[in-house]
Nanobody, 117 residues
Framework: QVQLLESGGGSVQAGGSLNLSCVAS????????MGWYRQELGREPPREWLATITRAGSADYADSVKGRFTISRDNAKSTVSLQMSTLSPEDTAVYYCNVRIRSFPYWGQGTQVTVSS
């Protein structure tokens, strides 16, 4: 069983900040990479990849969020966070936590982020 619980979404004005968190639990193996994706309402899949962080703490970012978003991870607590700053209306979407266990992806239920102009 793998469970992901996201929190921290909400509404913010343009230029503001939000911090998303995700707590993961796994009974089937060690969590490898952790990351965040998003999907705009009404837009077809796939979800847009935002950032990934390895167990060692190496992080990668999509160009669209580089310099504005920071991903972090606490292996002891099995949590991954996404600190978002300088938000714009184009960042409005449902944000999903993602983890990989033995190369298989697992998803959270999503948390809505709305940025108003």
């Amino acid at each position: 069983q793998v469970q992901l619980l996201e929190s921290g979404g909400g509404s913010v004005q343009a230029g503001g900040s939000l911090n998303l968190s995700c707590v993961a639990s796994s009974s089937i193996g060690e969590i490898d990479t952790m990351g965040w994706y998003r999907q705009e309402l009404g837009r077809e899949p796939p979800r847009e990849w935002l950032a990934t962080i390895t167990r060692a703490g190496s992080a990668d970012y999509a160009d669209s969020v580089k310099g504005r978003f920071t991903i972090s991870r606490d292996n002891a607590k099995s949590t991954v966070s996404l600190q978002m700053s300088t938000l714009s209306p184009e960042d409005t979407a449902v944000y999903y936590c993602n983890v990989r266990i033995r190369s298989f992806p697992y998803w959270g239920q999503g948390t809505q982020v709305t940025v108003s102009s």
